[in-house]
């Protein structure tokens, strides 16, 4: 059984950054790759970031594309978002997610999913 818990969302100006943390148990964790999406109000759960197992390999959606950051420590299971120059656009629950093959960017391609933190960027 595999599950992870999300920490580190909050609320944070518009130009501040945060550092989401996504830790899993369960085994052969290093053998997933893991990704981060969020979802806005009234808006559908999109892809945010991911990372691969094999090499680290990482990919990003345009709009986070040089101001968000996903790492992994493969030795503590922990996931990680660092979140730069922040906008209210933003602002949503974000989510990790295990990943289960495929290119990491369709919400078909993972099977694990976190509660969710509350992302809040005020202008």
């Known amino acids: 059984q595999v599950q992870l818990v999300e920490s580190g969302g909050g609320l944070v100006q518009a130009g501040g950054s945060l550092r989401l943390s996504c830790a899993a148990s369960?085994?052969?964790?290093?053998?997933?790759?893991m990704g981060w999406f969020r979802q806005g109000p009234g808006k559908e759960r999109e892809f945010v970031a991911a990372?691969?197992?094999?090499?680290?390999?990482?990919s990003y959606a345009d709009s986070v594309k040089g101001r968000f950051t996903i790492s992994r420590d493969n030795a503590r299971n922990t996931v990680y978002l660092q979140m730069n120059s922040l906008q209210p656009e933003d602002t949503a629950i974000y989510y990790c997610a295990r990943r289960t093959g495929g290119t990491g960017r369709r919400l078909s391609e993972y099977d694990y999913w976190g509660q969710g933190t509350q992302v809040t960027v005020s202008s």
């Open positions: 369960g085994r052969f964790f290093s053998y997933y790759g």
């Open positions: 990372i691969s197992w094999s090499d680290g390999s990482t």
